[in-house]
């Protein structure tokens, strides 16, 4: 009971003893590096759309995120994206840019591991549990889409 | 009745020879000038970074039985210890030397626990030459511990950076060299902290109880010091440990300090400073053994603390317990 009372204690003072993050700057440089991102994908669309105007516009989206996993994906190998996100935080993991970000670098740290064991399993140590929350979120969507 | 956990040297063995390799960007901080060896790159001409960290074991040892002026085959025993699981960088750098071999885990406290197993062990005349060791490597714990090298998150505050460094030293008997007086072994203390971002704060209440019984046992106070230093507690974790040996009516005054909050510059931006075995070893085997040699230190305390835990445990919700060793180092100005 007294080591609880004390771990308690301890705790609280400790939380207090924190330095905090200042949220509004980071909050600016997320809002604005999330922003020029997601300008970039849609100049990347609007390209496409001029070079082939017959094409379908889902089609041409498909190829747009294709472009921006390739650029985070290109940008984590050589050693770029952990810099901008070490800079803009949620900015630069919240689009598809850092999802890409998520797959490529446990799969290039594992590598020395072995093709099978060590980057395949490992790829999605970070992404895995996106994926299976995102399946089971459209799962429950389409459910009370369903009945709705 | 509080037990005795301090142990007095008869024989006072003497640390005859150090060394201390560290990485680039370790080179670039405070204690830059000190260290024996740079390395130009983390990877140390290796395929990886794991089979890296055992080089520096090696070349760490190798450096500190030249630098002690004995030949390999006068060592008796070999302690070492690092982060990896099954404390891999070691036992594998053992593997090419001809020495019996003893592995310890204290995390980041390694150094001063393998400094007081072989003090013990050559003060007991059991051992002519022991060598101590230990190391630690940001890429490897990195992986290990915490995220990808190349993920692009955000580090809290309270996080520090693992130092990339390994440090060895050797034993005697007798020889020249400052000599190790007392040993204080650590009990693992938890105050219930589990946020693994924040190991000051976890290790700091170890730092504190090793530290209240190395006063009590060996009768001293912390103005006996020159210098007091602990291993990684960080910024926070040393101003933690401050106010903790407030409370208890122990004032740390100016002597005290941390090794990991002195390692990096502030332009480095490793928010609470360094940590890692190599935090400590490192610091150890090239700063403060040169100042102990050329007797701008008299005594040092040196206290390194280490945070026991595993990723499995954190995960299924424990806490992080910490522990903390100490040992006494007296310097004898080299002239004889």
Redesign the interface.
């Known amino acids: 009971m007294d080591d609880k009372k004390?771990?308690?204690a301890?705790?609280n003072?400790?939380k207090a003893?924190?330095?905090?993050?200042r949220p509004w700057p980071?909050l600016f440089n997320s809002f604005w590096i999330g922003g020029v991102i997601c300008c970039l994908g849609q100049g990347i669309n609007d390209l496409i759309m001029l070079a082939f105007p017959n094409m379908a516009e889902q089609t041409a989206w498909t190829y747009t995120l294709v472009a921006l996993i390739f650029l985070a994906s290109f940008l984590?190998?050589i050693?770029v994206?952990?810099?901008?996100?070490?800079f803009?935080?949620g900015g630069?993991?919240v689009p598809i840019t850092?999802f890409s970000?998520?797959i490529?670098?446990?799969a290039?740290?594992?590598k020395?591991e072995g093709i099978i064991y060590g980057m395949c399993v490992k790829m999605f140590t970070?992404a895995g549990p996106v994926i299976v929350i995102g399946i089971i979120a459209s799962i429950l969507v389409g459910l009370v889409y369903l009945f709705i | 009745m509080a037990k005795n956990q301090t142990v007095k040297f008869k024989n006072k063995p003497v640390i005859i020879g150090s060394y201390s390799i560290v990485g680039p960007k370790e080179g670039e901080g405070n204690f830059g000038e000190f260290f024996d060896y740079v390395m130009k790159s983390d990877s140390f001409g290796e395929?990886?970074y794991e089979k890296a960290e055992r080089k520096m074991i090696q070349h760490a040892v190798v450096g500190a039985i030249e630098k002690a002026k004995i030949k390999p085959s006068d060592v008796d025993l070999f302690l070492s210890g690092d982060l990896l699981n099954q404390i891999i960088s070691s036992s594998y750098a053992a593997r090419d030397f001809n020495f019996a071999y003893l592995g310890l885990f204290g995390a980041c406290s390694t150094m001063a626990e393998s400094l007081a197993v072989g003090a013990s062990l050559v003060d007991g005349k059991l051992f002519d030459h022991v060598v101590c060791s230990t190391s630690s490597h940001f890429s490897t714990a990195e992986?290990q511990f915490r995220?990808?090298?190349?993920?692009?998150?955000?580090?809290?505050?309270?996080s520090q950076w693992t130092v990339t460094g390994a440090g060895a030293c050797v034993l005697a008997p007798k020889g020249k060299g400052p000599r190790i007086t007392m040993a204080t072994f650590g009990r693992v203390v938890?105050?219930?902290?589990n946020d693994v971002n924040?190991m000051g704060?976890a290790m700091a209440?170890a730092a504190m109880d090793t530290l209240l019984a190395h006063f009590r046992d060996s009768n001293t106070t912390p103005d006996d010091y020159d210098l007091i230093v602990t291993g990684d507690l960080g910024k926070?974790g040393s101003?933690?440990l401050i106010?903790l040996m407030e409370d208890q009516g122990i004032k740390l005054g100016l002597n005290y300090n941390d090794c990991g909050q002195m390692y990096f510059t502030r332009k480095q931006a490793t928010l609470s400073g360094g940590s890692g075995c190599g935090c400590s070893a490192t610091v150890f085997n090239s700063f403060i053994m040169k100042k102990l040699r050329d007797g701008s230190y008299k005594r040092v305390l040196f206290a390194p603390t280490g945070a026991l835990l595993s990723t499995t445990a954190t995960q299924q919700g424990d806490?992080i317990p910490g522990i903390c060793h100490a040992i006494v180092v007296e310097g004898v100005k080299e002239e004889d």
């Open positions: 004390r771990n308690e301890y705790n003072y400790v003893k924190i330095p905090k993050t980071s984590t190998g050693g994206y952990d810099r901008i996100g070490k803009a935080g630069s993991i850092g970000n998520s490529t670098s446990p290039l740290e594992f020395n970070i | 395929k990886t992986r995220f990808p090298l190349e993920l692009g998150n955000q580090r809290p505050p309270t938890d105050y219930g902290i924040d704060a209440p926070l101003e933690i106010d806490t």
